[in-house]
């Protein structure tokens, strides 16, 4: 077995019992436990308590790899493998209910940043969508549902117009230059989903739900394992500059897609 493959079937088996965590939590009830950048900006109790038994297992399976995750920041390893966590993507939608979140896994080599890393594995796991989107470094991509497993591929036409998605930060003072991009995109657009989860809006993209997804502002946990499933179902991720709130738009879909985006929204 490739050491990526090893890499995905263990992010595979920590983010499904992770997410099981989670979704038991929010069964139970949900208790924000802080508010970062700004009052829409939460972390729960969930995030941080699913997070730690991320680290645990991870650190059980691979002693010797770094973890890099949202809540609990980086821990180095002596390996060259970064394992990047989000332990609830779109926790926004988890706290008010809303079934589109997801635990993001992924392992990496090379840096700490999309630009930067190679992705070798990555998994999200969707547990109220009872989805499993996974790939491993020139493997391609799959997503498991009710126990079948089907390959993933980016959609590669979109006659009626592109059906996008897109996402806006938490800082109030980038919605009007997030709203002005979105009126950008329109012309080529069918319509535009804010699903509220990065690691989601990419998995569809692999599965060519959605032809495409652009934000700015992204971490590295929210791409990580999305942006592998992306590329590992033929399709692309490109990054460009940041704006003026120090903000890199992510880009993803078909490579002429991404394309077509990039000249609109520069
Ligand atoms: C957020 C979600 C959201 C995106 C934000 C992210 P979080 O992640 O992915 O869709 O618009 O930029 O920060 O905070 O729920 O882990």
């Keep these: 077995m490739s050491l990526e493959t090893e890499l ?25 436990a802080e508010r970062k950048s700004s009052l829409a900006d939460i972390v729960t109790e969930a995030d941080r308590e699913v997070e730690l038994l991320v680290r645990e ?13 949202e809540e609990g920041g980086t821990e180095r390893g002596s390996s060259d493998v970064l394992w990047v966590v989000d332990p609830i993507d779109g926790t926004v939608n988890y706290a008010q209910g809303m079934p589109s979140w997801g635990v993001s896994i992924a392992a990496v080599t ?14 999200v796991r969707a547990p109220a969508l009872g989805e499993t989107y996974a ?21 590669a036409e979109h006659p009626a117009g592109a059906l996008l998605a897109t996402g806006f930060g938490y800082d109030p003072r980038t919605h009007a230059g997030d709203i002005e991009t ?8 069918r319509d535009v989903r804010r699903i509220g989860a990065a690691s989601v809006d990419l998995a569809y ?28 179902a033929a399709g692309a991720v490109r990054e460009l500059p940041a ?14 897609l991404v394309d077509e985006i990039a000249g609109l929204v520069l």
């Design 57 to 69: 297992r991870i650190a059980a399976a691979r002693p010797d790899d770094g973890v890099l995750g």
């Design 8 to 32: 995905r079937d263990l992010a595979r088996e920590i983010a499904i019992e992770a997410g099981a965590l989670a979704h038991r939590r929010r069964r139970e009830g949900v208790t924000i």
């Design 182 to 189: 979105v009126r950008r995109v329109m012309p080529i657009a």
């Design 135 to 155: 790939a491993a470094r020139g493997e391609g991509s799959v997503v498991e549902v009710d126990g079948t497993t089907s390959r993933l591929a980016v959609a």
């Design 205 to 232: 993209v692999a599965a060519g739900r959605l032809d495409g997804y652009f934000e700015r502002g992204l971490k590295p946990w929210d791409v990580a394992a999305g942006a592998l499933i992306v590329e590992e």
């Design 110 to 123: 090379g840096g700490e940043s999309l630009s930067a890393w190679t992705a070798l594995a990555g998994v």
């Design 243 to 256: 704006d003026a709130f120090g903000r890199i738009m992510t880009i993803a879909g078909s490579a002429g």
